[in-house]
């Protein structure tokens, strides 16, 4: 039996692999490559970030919102009439907060 065409063969199978490595080149030569890097590390290198930042919310969402234990106490000193203030320190520290805003202009 004689089998006519082997050259045929040969030669699909080469065009077939030179279209593998052209679709290739295009992938890495394509919109999505930044700094040596596919679009596909891109997207992990966020989704990483993203859910570091989630964890990190998380947390954050967890802490009380007031500090109730020194809240408490400082109501009990000022029922108790042992908190004190000191007025020039208070004035003094207010200066120094809006200088450093730009409102203490006196408008």
Do not use: C, H
């Amino acid at each position: 039996m004689r089998i006519d065409g082997t050259d045929s063969l040969s030669y699909v199978a080469k065009l077939y692999a030179k279209n593998r490595e052209v679709r290739r080149e295009k992938a890495l030569d394509g919109p999505g490559v930044k700094d040596g890097l596919s679009e596909t590390s891109e997207r992990a290198q966020i989704s990483e970030e993203a859910r570091l930042l989630s964890l990190a919310r998380e947390a954050f969402d967890r802490l009380p919102d007031v500090r109730k234990d020194k809240v408490e106490r400082l109501k009990e000193r000022i029922e108790s009439g042992e908190y004190r203030i000191d007025s020039k320190k208070l004035a003094q520290e207010l200066l120094k907060y809006l200088g450093s805003t730009g409102e203490a202009d006196g408008d």
